[in-house]
């Protein structure tokens, strides 16, 4: 059971440039976060969706877009990368919502913007 | 204010000692309260829920919640070196995602 992939996992854009990271699940989980974690600070919340064909902003969605045409897929889009943008990037999907249930991450995205 | 607030250490206890980490949150309508641990390069693992006031055991680790204070703690007894990781405490404010703190990091010396 491969649970959350994310690909890549490690990537260095140039200043300006875009580029999608992608997650998907298998267990047929209806939500889906991605969060953000800068150096030694928490996880701060971009973009979730409850289903597909619904997304939500979170705390920190500006720089960012996502889509979710499936269950399985939840791709985070950057357009015109910032250095501001440099941190790991995790997705997570949990079956009903956080509440009562765990979150299962991905192994996370490493991305360098120079 | 930060709505979830944790001291970010290094937190240093010996081998054997307890490990106490502490989270403040501000949002008083927040049910649902969970610590997650973060070794150095992974992703978050769930170790600990906690909904209801009073202390919740789990082997060597207690969650314990006073809604009143809004406050949750976590001890972890008997440390190990294998417990050293960033321990981020994780509130359900309600709005379809949790809202983490930036983390305790915890380190046992042998």
């Known amino acids: 059971n491969a649970g959350v992939t994310q690909t890549p996992k490690f990537r260095i854009l140039k200043i300006g440039q875009s580029m999608t990271l992608q997650c998907t699940q298998d267990?047929?989980?209806?939500?889906m976060y991605w969060y953000r974690q800068d150096p030694g600070m928490g996880l701060k919340l971009i973009y979730y969706?409850?289903?597909?064909?619904?997304?939500d902003k979170g705390e920190v969605p500006n720089g960012y877009n996502v889509s979710r045409s499936t269950t399985e897929d939840f791709p985070l889009r950057l357009e015109l990368a910032a250095p501001s943008q440099t941190s790991v990037y995790f997705c997570?999907?949990?079956?009903?919502?956080?509440?009562?249930?765990?979150?299962?991450f991905g192994s996370g995205t490493q991305l360098s913007v120079l | 204010q930060k709505e979830v607030e944790q001291n970010s250490g290094p937190l240093s206890v010996p081998e054997g000692a307890i490990a106490s980490l502490n989270c403040t949150y501000s949002?008083?309508?927040?049910?649902?309260f969970f610590w997650y641990r973060q070794y150095s390069g992974k992703s978050p693992e769930l170790i600990m829920s906690?909904?209801?006031?009073g202390d919740k055991e789990d082997g060597r680790f207690t969650a314990q919640l006073n809604k009143a204070s809004q406050y949750v703690s976590l001890l972890i007894r008997d440390s190990q070196p294998s417990d050293s990781a960033t321990y981020l405490c994780?509130?359900?404010?309600?709005?379809?995602?949790?809202?983490f703190g930036s983390g305790t990091r915890l380190q046992v010396q042998p």
């Open positions: 969706s409850v289903g597909a064909g619904i997304t």
């Open positions: 906690i909904y209801s006031n």
């Open positions: 267990m047929n989980h209806n939500y």
């Open positions: 949002d008083r309508v927040s049910q649902s």
């Open positions: 994780a509130v359900d404010t309600g709005r379809r995602a949790l809202t």
């Open positions: 997570a999907s949990t079956p009903r919502g956080p509440v009562g249930e765990k979150l299962f």
